[in-house]
């Protein structure tokens, strides 16, 4: 995964909660190009369901979520 | 502008109809409504019944979901409107509540109840607190 996706930039949201990570993830995708990848990293469990709905409505493709210990690394591609 | 302008990924309206005296119901329909924007959708929370009274200047700062605790209400407003949802109330929630538009924080747009129900008619979703 980390070779077709290495991050343009990474969004670190440890500790916050809900609805913060989506919040800045719809702030920070707009802040890299079009093709680029955004790193979230996030420790709310509810980032994992969130991260899919919020990339079924907004079109933005979700690459992954990997979970390392408390710890979830979501791929974001921006898409438009 | 009034209705929907259509251009969103969807249309979501909250209704808000809790007051102060409630705290912890009063910063939800702005976490959710934050949320929805954030995914690109057009969001309008109506307060109506008691909900005017959570936008009034002198009360945004001193409630909070928690009481005392953590943050105040005002800080869910804005994390909100900066995403641009929208603050709506009717005037004769006003009424019941002894409260004129001035006493309400600014942005907040007045609508009547033909325009709520065209909203709500047009909306992908309604939900209701």
């Known amino acids: 995964m980390a070779e077709v996706a290495s991050p343009a930039r990474t969004l670190d949201c440890t500790g916050m909660n809900c609805p913060l990570p989506v919040i800045k993830t719809a702030q920070a995708i707009k802040d890299i190009e079009v093709g680029e990848v955004l790193e979230l990293l996030a420790t709310d469990p509810g980032v994992d369901p969130d991260m899919h709905a919020w990339s079924s409505r907004t079109g933005h493709e979700l690459l992954g979520i990997e979970r390392r210990g408390d710890v979830f690394h979501v791929l974001l591609r921006r898409t438009k | ?129």
Request: aromatic share 8%; glycine share 10%; charged share 20%.
């Open chain 2, 1 to 129: 502008m009034n209705g929907w302008s259509g251009e969103g990924e969807g249309k979501v309206l909250y209704v808000q109809t809790h007051g102060v005296n409630d705290p912890g119901r009063s910063a939800t329909p702005f976490f959710l409504a934050a949320s929805a924007a954030a995914m690109e959708c057009e969001v309008a929370i109506y307060f109506t019944m008691y909900g005017p009274q959570l936008l009034q200047r002198e009360v945004v700062d001193k409630i909070g979901p928690k009481g005392d605790r953590g943050q105040p209400l005002s800080y869910f407003i804005e994390q909100a409107t900066s995403l641009g949802v929208r603050l709506l109330v009717c005037q004769p929630s006003l009424d019941l509540n002894d409260l004129a538009i001035e006493d309400l924080i600014d942005g907040i747009e007045m609508i009547g109840g033909a325009a709520f129900n065209e909203l709500a008619m047009q909306a992908d979703a309604v939900v209701s607190f």
